[in-house]
């Protein structure tokens, strides 16, 4: 009788013994990441994940059965359920997995659910580690300044965004000029931000001297942004831009005069502005009435160049009216009063006077002393 009491309970502890045995195995398979290509993951990216599969008992495993089971932000690209067999004690094994991890994903690290089911009864649920750590990308999206002429000093706006994956911290930018027409102002040529996250847009503003005699066009800068990424790497890049150096011309009147010789009305002019004049086309009018027009191609800054018309017969007053293009095509008109010396002037008068001197000497001079008018004896 006790033998069967005995028969019948070891039939009935059979099971739990037999789980107890697994049991004991249970834990001797175990998994950890081995590493990711690349390390550290960026947002948005793929990836290879790779798990070193451990036989830490000292019996024998046929097969084990890895299952990756991911969520948010990661993606398994392929069969996430893979095989390690014939693990001997102290054995271990590589598998890897193509996987995704979505762009929004924040810079952290991550755990990853891995199940591991080995023998009949045997599984466990684990977690393997992985980073993900974005990378800060800037482009610059627009430059605004209002319009700098030379002598002025102006503020150069540039509109930077972090279009990377990961947060700048500790940024400097920095912005120096190609040319020393253009020079920043003492702090102005420099720009901090603590904390420049994903997505952000910010206005970089610096404080411009432009000199005196720069002549309009582009003049080229450089701006560099220097900053940390989340891991404390240091990082530079650097962007060029352009500047608009405007300007217009202006004319001031030098002289009139007409030309002894050729009678006409010469009126010369300088260019007193900040950029060359082109396509110019000058009138002269004299009570209302065009009297006549020329043309100049072009004057540079600071140079001269001399208009002619036909001279008017007795007015010495009049008008002159400009018309020219600047350098970036903008239209332009002056009006100047003007005024000359009529034709011959004083050197007439001078001329008349030193006649009728003449006549007079000759005439009161008694003929009969002229030799010419002698008679012969």
Same mark, same amino acid.
Not at 82 to 92: E, N, P, Y
Not at 247 to 270: H, M, Q, W
């Given at each position: 009788m006790n033998k069967m009491i005995t028969l019948a309970l070891v039939l009935a502890l059979m099971p739990a013994l037999m789980a107890s045995v697994f049991a004991g195995n249970q834990f001797t398979i175990d998994v950890e990441t081995?590493?990711?290509?690349?390390?550290?993951?960026?947002?948005?990216?793929?990836?290879?994940? #790779?798990?070193?599969?451990?036989?830490?008992? /000292?019996?024998?495993?046929d097969a084990a059965y890895i299952e990756l089971d991911p969520v948010y932000p990661f /993606?398994?690209?392929?069969n996430a359920r893979k095989s390690a067999s014939d693990l001997g004690g102290g054995g271990k094994k590589i598998v890897e997995y193509k996987m995704f991890v979505d762009s929004s994903a924040i810079s952290t690290?991550?755990?990853?659910?891995?199940?591991?089911?080995?023998?009949?009864?045997?599984?466990?649920?684990?977690?393997?580690?992985?980073?993900?750590?974005g990378t800060p990308q800037f482009e610059i999206i627009d430059v605004k300044t209002n319009e700098i002429n030379p002598g002025d000093r102006e503020s150069l706006n540039i509109q930077v965004e972090n279009t990377g994956t990961g947060t700048a911290?500790?940024?400097?930018?920095?912005?120096?000029?190609?040319?020393?027409?253009?020079?920043?102002?003492?702090?102005?040529? #420099?720009?901090?931000?603590?904390?420049?996250?994903?997505?952000?847009?910010?206005?970089?503003?610096?404080?411009?001297?432009v000199d005196q005699d720069a002549e309009y066009g582009v003049y080229t800068g450089a701006v560099?942004?220097?900053?940390?990424?989340?891991?404390?790497?240091?990082?530079?890049? /650097?962007?060029?831009?352009?500047?608009?150096?405007?300007?217009?011309?202006?004319?001031?009147?030098?002289k009139s005069e007409i030309n002894?010789?050729?009678?006409?009305?010469?009126?010369?002019?300088?260019?007193?502005?900040?950029?060359?004049?082109?396509?110019?086309?000058?009138?002269?009018w004299v009570n209302d009435k065009l009297i006549d027009t020329d043309y100049v191609t072009q004057i540079k800054i600071d140079k001269k160049s001399t208009l002619k018309f036909?001279?008017?017969?007795?007015?010495?007053?009049?008008?002159?009216?400009?018309?020219?293009?600047?350098?970036?095509?903008?239209?332009f008109a002056q009006?100047?009063?003007?005024?000359?010396?009529?034709?011959?002037?004083?050197?007439t008068i001078l001329l008349l006077v030193g006649v009728a001197a003449t006549v007079l000497l000759i005439w009161k001079k008694p003929w009969r002393k002229i030799k010419l008018f002698k008679k012969k004896k």
């Amino acid at each position: 009788m006790n033998k069967m009491i005995t028969l019948a309970l070891v039939l009935a502890l059979m099971p739990a013994l037999m789980a107890s045995v697994f049991a004991g195995n249970q834990f001797t398979i175990d998994v950890e990441t081995g590493y990711t290509d690349p390390y550290p993951v960026e947002p948005g990216q793929n990836f290879l994940l #790779s798990l070193q599969v451990n036989n830490k008992g /000292t019996e024998k495993v046929d097969a084990a059965y890895i299952e990756l089971d991911p969520v948010y932000p990661f /993606t398994v690209l392929e069969n996430a359920r893979k095989s390690a067999s014939d693990l001997g004690g102290g054995g271990k094994k590589i598998v890897e997995y193509k996987m995704f991890v979505d762009s929004s994903a924040i810079s952290t690290v991550y755990e990853i659910p891995v199940k591991v089911v080995y023998g009949s009864l045997s599984t466990v649920t684990k977690s393997v580690l992985v980073r993900v750590q974005g990378t800060p990308q800037f482009e610059i999206i627009d430059v605004k300044t209002n319009e700098i002429n030379p002598g002025d000093r102006e503020s150069l706006n540039i509109q930077v965004e972090n279009t990377g994956t990961g947060t700048a911290k500790k940024m400097t930018a920095t912005f120096t000029s190609s040319s020393e027409m253009i020079k920043p102002i003492f702090s102005g040529g #420099s720009v901090y931000i603590n904390e420049f996250g994903i997505g952000k847009k910010e206005w970089l503003k610096f404080d411009v001297l432009v000199d005196q005699d720069a002549e309009y066009g582009v003049y080229t800068g450089a701006v560099a942004l220097k900053y940390n990424d989340e891991s404390g790497t240091n990082h530079t890049n /650097t962007y060029n831009i352009g500047i608009l150096i405007s300007g217009e011309p202006r004319f001031d009147v030098v002289k009139s005069e007409i030309n002894a010789k050729t009678r006409e009305l010469e009126i010369e002019v300088i260019d007193s502005g900040t950029a060359k004049g082109v396509a110019i086309r000058g009138e002269l009018w004299v009570n209302d009435k065009l009297i006549d027009t020329d043309y100049v191609t072009q004057i540079k800054i600071d140079k001269k160049s001399t208009l002619k018309f036909n001279a008017p017969v007795k007015e010495t007053t009049g008008v002159l009216k400009l018309y020219y293009k600047g350098p970036d095509n903008k239209e332009f008109a002056q009006e100047e009063k003007i005024a000359w010396k009529p034709i011959g002037g004083a050197n007439t008068i001078l001329l008349l006077v030193g006649v009728a001197a003449t006549v007079l000497l000759i005439w009161k001079k008694p003929w009969r002393k002229i030799k010419l008018f002698k008679k012969k004896k």
